[in-house]
């Protein structure tokens, strides 16, 4: 399968500046699933800029109508 990162990168809501993983969304959901955290395509502005991309976290957006 080929990789369409030009494509992804103009979607991608990731903040960290240095991420490797930047429109590689197959590596980073794996990155991430390992931690078990969610990437930043699965959150709103403001809270993935706080870096918490945790199940927990997700789950309270979710309970509170957020996302």
């Known amino acids: 399968m080929e990789c369409k990162k ?3 990168l103009k979607n991608c809501k990731c903040t960290y500046p240095d ?3 930047k429109g590689l969304c197959c590596e980073c ?3 991430h ?3 078990r955290e969610l990437p930043a395509c699965c959150f709103d502005k403001t809270t993935e800029k706080s870096y918490d991309r945790s199940f927990e ?3 309270e957006l979710v309970s509170k109508g957020r996302i």
Do not use: I, M
């Open 57 to 59: 976290k997700f789950t």
């Open 33 to 35: 699933l390992k931690n």
């Open 19 to 21: 991420c490797p993983k």
């Open 29 to 31: 959901l794996a990155y």
């Open 6 to 8: 030009a494509e992804n």
